[in-house]
Nanobody
Framework: QVQLVESGGGLVQPGGSLRLSCAAS????????MSWYRQAPGKERELVAA???????NYAYSIKGRFTISRDNAKNTAYLQMNSLKPEDTAVYYC????????????WGQGTQVTVSS
Protein backbone atom coordinates (compact mmCIF):
# COMPACT_ATOMS: atom_id res chain seq x y z
CA GLN A 1 0.00 0.00 0.00
CA VAL A 2 1.31 3.44 -0.95
CA GLN A 3 0.73 6.42 1.32
CA LEU A 4 1.49 10.12 1.00
CA VAL A 5 2.06 12.37 4.00
CA GLU A 6 2.17 16.15 3.62
CA SER A 7 3.79 18.50 6.09
CA GLY A 8 4.89 22.11 6.36
CA GLY A 9 1.59 23.95 6.33
CA GLY A 10 0.66 26.65 8.80
CA LEU A 11 -0.19 30.30 9.31
CA VAL A 12 1.94 32.91 7.57
CA GLN A 13 1.63 36.64 6.96
CA PRO A 14 1.14 38.01 3.45
CA GLY A 15 4.49 38.17 1.67
CA GLY A 16 5.86 35.30 3.71
CA SER A 17 7.10 31.86 2.69
CA LEU A 18 6.37 28.24 3.45
CA ARG A 19 7.82 24.97 2.21
CA LEU A 20 5.55 21.97 1.91
CA SER A 21 6.83 18.40 1.81
CA CYS A 22 5.15 15.24 0.55
CA ALA A 23 6.71 11.94 1.51
CA ALA A 24 5.59 8.74 -0.18
CA SER A 25 5.95 5.44 1.66
CA UNK A 26 5.23 1.81 0.93
CA UNK A 27 6.50 -0.60 -1.66
CA UNK A 28 7.70 1.92 -4.24
CA UNK A 29 10.33 1.62 -6.92
CA UNK A 30 9.25 4.60 -9.02
CA UNK A 31 6.73 7.44 -9.18
CA UNK A 32 5.98 9.07 -12.52
CA UNK A 33 4.34 12.39 -11.71
CA MET A 34 3.99 14.16 -8.37
CA SER A 35 1.71 17.14 -8.05
CA TRP A 36 0.34 19.66 -5.61
CA TYR A 37 -3.32 20.64 -5.65
CA ARG A 38 -5.22 23.02 -3.42
CA GLN A 39 -8.80 23.52 -2.40
CA ALA A 40 -10.12 26.71 -0.86
CA PRO A 41 -13.44 26.84 1.01
CA GLY A 42 -16.35 26.75 -1.42
CA LYS A 43 -14.10 26.15 -4.42
CA GLU A 44 -13.10 23.16 -6.48
CA ARG A 45 -9.74 21.47 -6.09
CA GLU A 46 -7.23 22.93 -8.54
CA LEU A 47 -3.81 21.95 -9.80
CA VAL A 48 -1.03 24.15 -8.43
CA ALA A 49 2.11 22.50 -9.78
CA ALA A 50 3.31 19.18 -11.16
CA UNK A 51 6.67 17.55 -11.78
CA UNK A 52 7.56 14.43 -13.73
CA UNK A 53 10.23 11.94 -12.79
CA UNK A 54 12.73 13.59 -15.14
CA UNK A 55 12.05 17.03 -13.65
CA UNK A 56 9.69 18.56 -16.18
CA UNK A 57 7.45 21.04 -14.36
CA ASN A 58 4.07 22.63 -14.95
CA TYR A 59 2.54 25.49 -12.95
CA ALA A 60 -0.82 27.15 -12.59
CA TYR A 61 -0.78 30.67 -13.95
CA SER A 62 -1.85 32.16 -10.60
CA ILE A 63 1.31 31.01 -8.79
CA LYS A 64 3.92 31.19 -11.55
CA GLY A 65 7.06 32.95 -10.41
CA ARG A 66 6.15 32.57 -6.73
CA PHE A 67 6.02 28.80 -6.17
CA THR A 68 8.61 26.18 -7.09
CA ILE A 69 8.01 22.44 -7.18
CA SER A 70 10.88 19.99 -6.81
CA ARG A 71 11.39 16.35 -5.93
CA ASP A 72 13.96 13.94 -4.59
CA ASN A 73 13.44 10.62 -6.40
CA ALA A 74 15.73 8.75 -4.02
CA LYS A 75 13.55 9.80 -1.09
CA ASN A 76 10.21 9.57 -2.97
CA THR A 77 9.52 13.09 -1.74
CA ALA A 78 8.15 16.20 -3.43
CA TYR A 79 8.39 19.77 -2.23
CA LEU A 80 6.55 23.00 -2.86
CA GLN A 81 8.42 26.19 -2.02
CA MET A 82 5.89 29.00 -1.72
CA ASN A 83 7.14 32.59 -1.67
CA SER A 84 5.36 35.94 -1.72
CA LEU A 85 2.25 34.32 -0.33
CA LYS A 86 -1.08 36.09 -0.71
CA PRO A 87 -4.35 35.71 1.21
CA GLU A 88 -5.87 34.07 -1.87
CA ASP A 89 -3.33 31.24 -1.51
CA THR A 90 -5.17 30.15 1.63
CA ALA A 91 -6.35 26.58 1.09
CA VAL A 92 -5.82 22.96 1.99
CA TYR A 93 -2.90 21.72 -0.09
CA TYR A 94 -2.92 18.12 -1.26
CA CYS A 95 -0.16 16.00 -2.70
CA UNK A 96 -0.85 13.58 -5.54
CA UNK A 97 1.28 10.79 -6.95
CA UNK A 98 0.38 9.24 -10.28
CA UNK A 99 1.54 6.05 -11.95
CA UNK A 100 3.32 4.76 -8.88
CA UNK A 101 5.34 1.72 -9.97
CA UNK A 102 3.93 2.38 -13.43
CA UNK A 103 0.33 1.40 -12.77
CA UNK A 104 -1.04 2.80 -9.47
CA UNK A 105 -3.07 5.89 -10.35
CA UNK A 106 -3.89 8.95 -8.27
CA UNK A 107 -2.66 8.42 -4.74
CA TRP A 108 -3.64 11.34 -2.50
CA GLY A 109 -2.35 12.66 0.78
CA GLN A 110 -4.55 13.86 3.62
CA GLY A 111 -3.82 17.54 2.98
CA THR A 112 -2.15 20.31 4.92
CA GLN A 113 -3.72 23.67 5.74
CA VAL A 114 -2.03 26.85 4.55
CA THR A 115 -3.45 30.11 5.88
CA VAL A 116 -2.14 33.46 4.71
CA SER A 117 -3.37 36.23 6.96
CA SER A 118 -2.16 39.24 8.90
Amino acid sequence: QVQLVESGGGLVQPGGSLRLSCAASGSIFMINAMSWYRQAPGKERELVAAITRDGTTNYAYSIKGRFTISRDNAKNTAYLQMNSLKPEDTAVYYCNADRVNGYIRDVWGQGTQVTVSS
